[in-house]
C-alpha cells in the first residue's frame, strides 16, 4: 500500500506541488497558497518561482 503525501495543487492553472501536512485545505481539495484556495478572486499568482497561475 502507498501513502499519497505530495500532490498537484488543486488551482488547475498552477504548477506547484505540495506536501499534504503542509498545504491548505478547502473543500476536500489541496492547495498551495492562499491565493489558490481562494480561486484568485483578490490575489494574483502564487508567488512560488516558476509558477505562471
Known sequence: MTTV???KCACSSCL???SLEDSLKKDDK???SEACAEGHKTMKG???N???C
Open 30 to 32: 489541496y492547495y498551495c
Open 16 to 18: 506547484c506541488i505540495v
Open 46 to 48: 502564487c508567488a512560488h
Open 5 to 7: 503525501t505530495q500532490m
Open 50 to 52: 516558476g509558477c505562471s
